[in-house]
């Protein structure tokens, strides 16, 4: 059982800047690959970015592409979700999610959730 806390949250300015992080309780992180997802007012959730548990490979939504950067600290136990040139339409709850499959790209293939941080980009 993986336990993921997701923080850094909050409301920001267009333009601004966030990061967000999930810590996960899983004794080995990097068997998990991760991926941030979020869900805005009356929309369903929508996959944002994902990364592999050594890190190696990433890959990002169209629509956060080159604004934000998904990382992780294996030795933290840790995936951060670096937002920057926030807009309006990223306002929405964030999730971070872990699979033991070495790649996922579809949210059904994600086991464990965690309870999300909303993010308020105001303009």
């Known amino acids: 059982q993986v336990q993921l806390v997701e923080s850094g949250g909050g409301l920001v300015q267009v333009g601004g800047s966030l990061r967000l992080s999930c810590i996960a309780s899983?004794?080995?992180?990097?068997?998990?690959?991760i991926g941030w997802f979020r869900q805005a007012p009356g929309k369903e959730r929508e996959s944002v970015a994902r990364i592999t548990g050594n890190g190696r490979n990433t890959y990002y939504a169209a629509s956060v592409k080159d604004r934000f950067t998904i990382s992780r600290d294996n030795a933290k136990n840790t995936s951060y979700l670096q937002m920057s040139g926030l807009k309006p339409e990223d306002t929405a709850v964030y999730y971070c999610?872990?699979?033991?499959?070495?790649?996922?790209?579809?949210?059904?293939?994600?086991?464990?959730w965690g309870q999300g941080t909303q993010v308020t980009v105001s303009s």
């Open positions: 999610a872990a699979t033991d499959r070495s790649w996922a790209p579809d949210e059904i293939d994600y086991e464990y």
């Open positions: 899983a004794r080995t992180f990097r068997g998990y690959a």
